[in-house]
């Protein structure tokens, strides 16, 4: 028969045995730092050290080209650290949104939205299809694309215009907003 565990009272306080002090987590950290800046070194010593094996293994065009393909590789992994990312949140205005497009079509003949299919609004592309399925809930073909417009994408913006998404080559009338189309608050899968 297993143990079944006391609930503590008000006055009784939980005590963990294998807690740490603040000096003995200051020392763990710095010792696992030590590590990382030694393991920093040693990857950095094998690259420069496998650099010059391929530089006297391959011609001088090919490892010049290698070189390129290298410094292009490092400034594509650390160019988002540096804070080119964090401008693009701090825009004041979206030009370009999230959005939900659902075709008004709710007949059997209705067309399927897959994806790349272009979103007109008053008959000009701002946008496309990115994924698309049929909705079994609201009975039409719904989607997620993006839509641009230069002075930022607003509500009122999605609501004023004349929205269809072209498919085959043909302009289905459509309804757009920026959420969800069934349970917007998650209100039917909290409850």
Not at 20 to 34: F, K, V
Not at 63 to 85: K, R, S, W
Request: glycine content about 8%.
């Amino acid at each position: 028969m297993t143990e079944v565990p006391s609930r503590l009272t008000a006055d009784e306080e939980l005590i963990d045995e294998g807690a740490r002090s603040t000096d003995e987590l200051t020392q763990a950290a710095a010792e696992g730092l030590r590590w990382i800046a030694y393991a920093r070194v040693i990857i950095e010593v094998v690259l420069f050290a496998s650099a010059v094996l391929l530089a006297r293994m391959m011609p001088p065009a090919a490892f010049g080209i290698f070189a390129v393909i290298v410094i292009v590789q490092e400034l594509a992994v650390t160019m988002p650290m540096e804070g080119v990312g964090g401008a693009l949140v701090q825009r004041p205005t979206l030009t370009r949104e999230h959005l939900q497009v659902m075709l008004q079509d709710a007949s059997v003949n209705a067309p399927l939205l897959y994806h790349e299919e272009p979103i007109l609004r008053d008959g000009v592309i701002v946008g496309s299809v990115k994924s698309g399925a049929w909705g079994h809930r609201l009975g039409r073909s719904i989607g997620m694309g993006y839509a641009s417009c230069e002075a930022g994408v607003t509500r009122e913006w999605l609501e004023s215009g004349r929205w269809e998404v072209e498919v085959a080559c043909r302009p289905y009338a459509a309804s757009v907003q920026l959420q969800p189309w069934y349970d917007p608050k998650n209100e039917r899968i909290k409850s």
